[in-house]
């Protein structure tokens, strides 16, 4: 059985509540354990967060989200008009530290979103940025 939700919102930090009652709701119709749901709120809401803070969206259109529930895997997609990044090519790897005195803020979005799915593909449509996570469902 398949699951489909899709969520719009507006660039702004404030919106992004829509995305953890989304992944509620979705999560509980598809049976998803605690750990899955934990790693889908995060991933989405880390991209989010870097779309809003540094893509350089307009504010004129909304993002958009749409999360496909089936029984092997989920499928995520993101789209924004921010400026053009793959973050399959173009995000820098975060720096390895040795203590959390070292780590400096930032750069981990895109490595906790590529750790915590299985693929992770990119293409640019349309003026469009958009992504599209797999994250197999295990067990």
Known sequence: MSVRAAIEF?????ELDAIQETIGSISAEGNWPPDLTYQIELILEELCINVINHGEVDGTQPIKVV???GNDE???EISD???AFDPTKDAKTPTKV???EDSSIGGWGVHLAHTFSDEMRYKRVNGMNCL???KRRTG
């Open 67 to 69: 999360i496909v529930s």
């Open 132 to 134: 599209t996570l797999v």
């Open 74 to 76: 989920i499928t995520i």
């Open 10 to 14: 507006m660039p702004e930090i404030g």
């Open 98 to 100: 040795t203590s959390i």
């Open 81 to 83: 008009n921010g400026k």
